[in-house]
Nanobody, 125 residues
């Protein structure tokens, strides 16, 4: 059974930073591929950043240069360091995981992931 628990969401001023964490439980092979998604009110869920089993990152254009995804395999924890935050980054952020993604170009596609956390709220004003 895979469980993902996010933490680290908060309210910050524009230009500030936050670090989100996602603790994964269950067999390690079930969360070899992990990603962060976000959903703002009225918007579709958006892929933000993903990381594969070799720790190769993928970023949405909207966050490149500002966000950094990383993973600590020993702690089964996924991180998202968010710097230079903008009001448009405000959203509920979700951690997602699965044992595989069908293709590199699908890493930020939500249907590729079967396991999801409950989300953590980020508000930038």
């Amino acid at each position: 059974h895979v469980q993902l628990v996010e933490s680290g969401g908060d309210s910050v001023e524009a230009g500030g930073s936050l670090r989100l964490s996602c603790l994964a439980s269950g067999p390690p092979y079930t969360h070899k591929y992990m990603a962060w998604f976000r959903r703002a009110p009225g918007n579709a869920r958006e892929g933000v950043a993903a990381i594969d089993s070799d720790h190769t990152p993928t970023y949405a254009d909207s966050v490149k240069g500002r966000f950094t995804i990383s993973k600590d395999d020993a702690k089964s924890t996924l991180y998202l360091q968010m710097d230079s935050l903008k009001p448009e980054d405000s959203a509920m952020y979700y951690c997602a995981a699965d044992q595989m993604v069908r293709a590199d170009w699908l890493r930020l596609t939500d249907v590729e992931y079967n396991y999801w956390g409950q989300g953590t709220q980020v508000t930038v004003s």
